[in-house]
C-alpha cells in the first residue's frame, strides 16, 4: 500500500487528481474480472499520471490490467 503506479492516460484523457480506479485482470483465469487493487491519481501531466495504491485484494499488480474508474473528481 502506497506504493505508486505510473498511468498511460493523463490530462488529455480527462484524468484529475483525486481520480479513483479498480484495477481488474481481464485475461483468462481464476481471477478473471476481480478487483485487484484500487488506485487513487497523485500527480497529472498531459499523457501521463501517477496514482497511488489505496488496496489490494489480489497481490500481483502488473502491466495490462484494465482501469475501471469508480470517482471522478472535478
Known amino acids: 500500500l502506497g506504493s505508486r503506479v505510473f498511468l498511460a492516460a493523463g490530462a488529455k484523457d480527462g484524468i484529475v487528481i483525486g481520480d479513483v480506479f479498480?484495477?481488474?485482470k481481464e485475461e483468462p483465469?481464476?481471477?478473471f474480472g476481480m478487483?485487484?487493487?484500487r488506485l487513487q491519481i497523485i500527480h497529472v501531466d498531459e499523457d501521463i499520471s501517477t496514482a497511488r495504491i489505496v488496496s489490494?485484494?489480489?497481490p500481483g499488480l502488473q502491466e495490462g490490467?484494465?482501469?475501471r474508474l469508480i470517482e471522478k473528481m472535478y
Open 29 to 31: 483465469g481464476p481471477e
Open 65 to 67: 490490467y484494465t482501469l
Open 22 to 24: 479498480r484495477a481488474v
Open 35 to 37: 478487483e485487484s487493487a
Open 56 to 58: 489490494i485484494r489480489i
